[in-house]
């Protein structure tokens, strides 16, 4: 059992911590995309860290909440670099904005309101060969290169 701590695209207001924490069978990898729910929504969000269920057992014992289980990994490729999540965190402390927010802003379109077309075209290609990818995921990685 893992513990991810992700960065949800979506606007959580201040003083509310930026990220949250839930619980995997997977491992997941620092930039990959997860679809979560909070409340009755399902988001998608980012992949911060992925630490084992030992060394977060104290936290785990102290929190006064439960920790969710995620509803999917969407993508265990790094979809965003971990310069990108760096600068993220440093824009949102900087201007005390949302950190969902400013990472949304970073990401093309797509990830705003992702089709389900795109959602499957990112699951096809973590399942296929690394060297063939559908051209909407080509976009994508081209907008953040």
């Known amino acids: ?35 979560a729910s909070i409340g009755s929504r399902k988001i998608l969000g980012v992949a911060l860290s992925c630490s084992t ?11 006064a909440y439960r920790l969710k289980p995620m509803d999917r990994v969407v993508s265990n490729e790094c979809v965003v670099p971990k310069e990108y999540l760096n600068l ?3 824009a949102s402390n900087y201007f005390y904005s949302p950190l969902g927010l ?36 080509d976009k994508a990685r081209f907008a953040l290169a």
């Open 1 to 35: 059992m893992y513990v991810i701590s992700i960065i949800p695209l979506t606007k959580i207001p201040f003083p509310a911590p930026q990220t949250l924490d839930y619980f995997s069978v997977e491992k997941v990898i620092c930039g990959g995309l997860i679809q």
């Open 53 to 63: 269920v030992l060394q977060q057992k104290q936290q785990i014992k102290k929190s």
């Open 88 to 90: 993220a965190i440093w």
């Open 102 to 137: 400013v990472l949304k802003s970073f990401l093309p379109n797509i990830f705003s309101k992702p089709t389900k077309k795109f959602l499957k075209e990112i699951n096809n290609t973590t399942s296929t060969s690394p060297s063939v990818s559908p051209p909407l995921l």
